[in-house]
C-alpha cells in the first residue's frame, strides 16, 4: 500500500485551480491533526473537504483522495459508501433534509415533509429538474427541543420548523446560489444507502401544533 | 422552591455566553491552575468520590474508567472525547458546546492532565462542522491564545494538544469503539471487546483512551473547585451532580433543563417543563432516548438516576427524554423509533442487520392495517432475540423499546390488528 501512490504514477486532480488551492489547504490542516505516520486516519475530513468542493464525491474525487492520502481505492469507497453525508450522485444546489426522528415526529415532522414534498413538487431521495433543491429524511440531528428540525446543505440548521418557514425558505433559497454541484448524472431516485423496503409509510401524528390522529392512516401513497 | 444548583447551565441566559470574557468573568479557567498543583492521581480519586458517572449513556463511574487508563503503562495514552450525539430525543452536548464550551474545554484540559495525555480528539458529529463544533473551535483558539493549551501550560511542564474531528453522519459512531474506528478514517463498525478502549491493544491508534462524554467533562473544573464530595452531595447516592435534561415532545417549554441527578419525572415536567402542552394527559414517557425502555404515566414518579432506572428494567442513557401525550399511538411512536435503528444498524452483527429490519418492516405493516395479532407476537419474540447477541448495544437498543413499548401499551397494537 505504501508504493501504491508510486504505482498509480500522476493521479488527475478532480478540482480547478482554485478548488485546488482550498482543497491542499484544508488537506494539510486536516493530516496535521494526526501523528505523521497515522495520516490515513484524516480520511473523513480530507472526503468532506473535497465534497465542499464539487458538492458530491465522483468517481475521479475517490480515486483522488485515495490517492493522496495512500488509502486503497476500496477503503475509500467503504467509507464514502458507510456514511450518510457523503453523497454518491449529485444533489440540488439546496438539499434539504427534514429530521423524521421521535420527537420531531411527535411534533409533526412527517406534515413539513409532505409539505416540502408538495411545495417542491419531489419526493425524499429526488431533485427538481432545474437541479435547485432536493429533499431527503434524515434521523436525529439533536435540535429534538426545538423540533420539527431540518437541515440545509448538510450542515446549517433549520429549527421549529412550520409549513409557513418552510415556505419563506423556499423562496429564501431560490434566490440564493447555493453550494456548487459538479456535473453528473442526476438519477430520478437518488441511492437511498440504507434504505429497507418500506411497505407503508407510518402517519400517526397530525400536522404541526395539532393533536395526533389515532387512527389507521387511509391514505397509503 | 429552593434555589436551583447549576454547574453546567449558570451561563447560558447570558448575553454571548459561549465567549472567553463571560466565562472568565463567572470564575472560569481557575480550576485548571488549581489542578495543575495537583497530583494526576489526586484528580482522579476526587473523581471517584464525586460519583460522576458517564452522561453518555451507559452510567460507567467515570472515575473508575480513569483508573483503568492510569494502570496501564503503555504510552502515549488518549483521552477521546465522544461529541457524536445522535440518540433521538438527545440535544445537552450540542448546547454545551455552543453555549459553553469554555467550560468543557477546561474540564478536557484537566482530564488529560489526570490521564497523562498530551494529545486528545474531540469526535463531532458531522452535521455540527459548521455550528456547535465551529464554536468549539473557536473556543479552543482563544485556549490556545491564552496558553490554556499548547506548551507548558501554567508553567506546569504539561503540554496538550487538543483536535476537532468530524464525522460525516452515522448513529454507530457514538459506540466508542465504532467511534475510535471512524477517528481512525474506516467505517464505523464497533469492535471486538476485550480489549476495551481502555486497556493497550483495544484504544484509539491501539493504545489506552478513555472515551468520554462532552457533559461528562464539562462537570470536572467544578469537581476540581469544589470537591468530589461537594459534587456527589449535589445528586443521589451513586450517582454524583446534575444532569442535563434534554426535554422534548408535548411539553409546554421543551430544551436542556439542567436538574439534580435523580430528579423524578413528575418534577423535571411540572417544575421545569411547565407540564403537558394544551393541558393534555400525559400517556408516555421516553426516559433516556429512544433506546430506552419507555415508560408509561403511572411510572411519572420514579426517579431518573441511573441505579433506579436499571432497577425498573430501563435506563436513565444519554438524559433525553420525551413525554408524549394521550393522542400519540404508541405503535406508530415504535414504527418511527424502528425506522431509525433499521437504518442504522451498522450491518456488522445478523441478529441486528436482520432484527431491525424486520421488525421495523412488520411494525409499519401493522401501522398499515395489514397486521395480525401474530404480528404483534413476532415484534416482541424476535426483540427478545436480538438481545445480548451482537458486538455493541445497538441490538439491545432497539429491542428494549420493542419489547417495552408492547407490554405497557399493548392496546395501541391490538387495536390495529386483525385476529
Not at chain 1, 504514477?9 to 491542499?24: C, H, I, K, L, N
Not at chain 1, 496535521?32 to 497515522?38: E, G, N, Q, T
Not at chain 2, 442504522?344 to 421488525?359: D, H, I, K, V, Y
Request: overall charge neutral; some cysteine; charged content about 25%.
Amino acid at each position: 500500500m505504501i508504493a501504491l501512490s508510486k504505482q498509480a504514477g500522476v493521479m488527475p486532480s478532480p478540482f480547478d485551480a482554485e478548488q485546488q488551492r482550498r482543497f491542499d489547504e484544508g488537506f494539510e490542516k486536516a493530516v496535521a491533526k494526526y501523528p505523521p505516520d497515522r495520516r490515513r486516519s484524516a480520511l473523513l475530513a480530507v472526503l468532506h473537504l473535497a465534497q465542499d468542493e464539487l458538492g458530491w464525491l465522483p468517481e475521479p474525487a475517490m480515486a483522488y483522495v485515495g490517492f493522496r492520502l495512500d488509502v486503497p481505492p476500496v477503503r475509500v469507497r467503504e467509507v464514502v459508501t458507510f456514511y450518510t453525508m457523503y453523497r454518491l450522485h449529485p444533489v440540488g444546489r439546496h438539499h434539504i433534509g427534514v429530521c423524521n426522528s421521535v420527537s420531531c415526529w411527535a411534533m409533526g415532522s412527517e406534515s413539513i415533509l409532505r409539505h416540502c414534498e408538495e411545495r417542491l413538487g419531489i419526493r425524499p431521495g429526488q431533485v427538481t429538474k432545474d437541479g435547485q433543491f432536493s429533499l431527503e429524511e434524515v434521523a436525529c440531528l439533536a435540535s429534538c427541543g426545538t423540533a420539527p428540525a431540518a437541515l440545509h446543505n448538510n450542515f446549517t440548521y433549520v429549527e421549529n420548523v412550520t409549513p409557513e418557514s418552510v415556505d419563506a425558505l423556499i423562496a429564501r433559497l431560490r434566490t440564493e446560489p447555493g453550494q456548487t454541484m459538479a456535473p453528473g448524472p442526476h438519477p430520478r431516485h437518488l441511492e437511498d444507502k440504507h434504505a429497507i423496503e418500506k411497505q407503508s409509510q407510518p402517519q400517526a401524528t397530525g400536522t404541526v401544533g395539532q393533536a395526533a390522529a389515532t387512527t389507521v392512516p387511509t391514505d397509503k401513497r | 422552591m429552593a434555589e436551583r444548583v447549576k454547574i453546567l447551565s449558570g451561563d447560558w441566559d447570558k448575553p454571548e455566553s459561549w465567549s472567553l470574557a463571560t466565562y472568565k468573568a463567572s470564575g472560569g479557567w481557575q480550576a485548571l491552575p488549581k489542578a495543575l498543583k495537583m497530583q494526576p492521581q489526586q484528580i482522579v480519586d476526587q473523581v471517584v468520590k464525586s460519583n460522576l458517572r458517564g452522561r453518555g449513556g451507559a452510567g460507567f463511574p467515570t472515575g473508575m474508567k480513569w483508573n483503568f487508563v492510569r494502570k496501564e503503562t503503555s504510552f502515549p495514552k488518549y483521552l477521546v472525547v465522544n461529541a457524536d450525539e445522535g440518540e433521538p430525543g438527545t440535544f445537552k452536548d450540542r448546547a454545551i458546546l455552543e453555549k459553553s464550551p469554555h467550560m468543557f474545554v477546561e474540564g478536557l484540559v484537566i482530564g488529560c492532565y489526570a490521564l497523562d495525555c498530551h494529545l486528545t480528539y474531540v469526535y463531532c458529529r458531522g452535521e455540527f462542522r459548521k455550528a456547535a463544533a465551529a464554536r468549539l473551535q473557536q473556543a479552543i483558539d482563544e485556549a490556545y491564545a491564552q496558553g490554556y493549551l499548547g506548551k507548558n501550560i501554567f508553567g506546569s511542564g504539561f503540554d496538550l494538544d487538543m483536535q476537532v474531528v468530524i464525522g460525516a453522519g452515522a448513529y454507530i459512531c457514538g459506540e466508542e469503539t465504532a467511534l475510535l474506528e471512524s477517528l481512525e478514517g474506516r467505517k464505523g463498525y464497533p469492535r471486538l471487546k476485550p480489549p476495551f478502549p481502555a486497556n493497550a491493544g483495544g484504544g484509539l491508534f491501539k493504545q489506552p483512551t478513555a472515551v468520554n462524554n462532552v457533559e461528562t467533562l464539562a462537570n470536572l473544573p467544578a469537581i476540581v473547585e469544589k470537591g468530589g464530595d461537594w459534587f456527589a452531595n449535589v445528586g443521589v447516592p451513586k450517582n454524583g451532580g446534575t444532569r442535563l435534561y434534554a426535554v422534548s415532545g408535548h411539553v409546554n417549554v421543551p430544551g436542556v433543563h439542567e436538574a439534580p441527578m435523580g430528579t423524578t419525572f413528575r418534577v423535571l415536567l411540572d417544575e421545569y417543563c411547565g407540564g403537558m402542552r394544551g393541558n393534555k394527559k400525559l400517556k408516555a414517557i421516553i426516559p433516556g432516548g429512544s433506546s430506552s425502555a419507555v415508560m408509561t404515566a403511572e411510572e411519572v414518579d420514579w426517579p431518573s438516576d441511573f441505579d433506579t432506572l436499571k432497577a425498573k428494567k430501563t435506563m436513565a442513557g444519554s438524559g433525553g427524554v420525551v413525554y408524549l401525550d394521550e393522542d400519540t399511538n404508541m405503535a406508530f411512536a415504535l414504527a418511527n423509533v424502528m425506522r431509525f435503528y433499521a437504518h442504522e444498524s451498522c450491518g456488522q452483527c445478523t441478529p441486528c442487520r436482520e432484527g431491525t429490519a424486520w421488525l421495523s418492516r412488520l411494525l409499519d405493516k401493522i401501522c398499515a392495517g395489514r397486521g395480525e395479532k401474530l404480528d404483534v407476537d413476532n415484534v416482541h419474540q424476535i426483540a427478545r432475540q436480538m438481545e445480548m447477541k451482537t458486538i455493541c448495544a445497538l441490538a439491545d437498543g432497539a429491542a428494549m423499546p420493542a419489547k417495552s413499548y408492547i407490554e405497557k401499551f399493548r392496546g395501541d397494537f391490538d387495536a390495529l390488528v386483525r385476529g
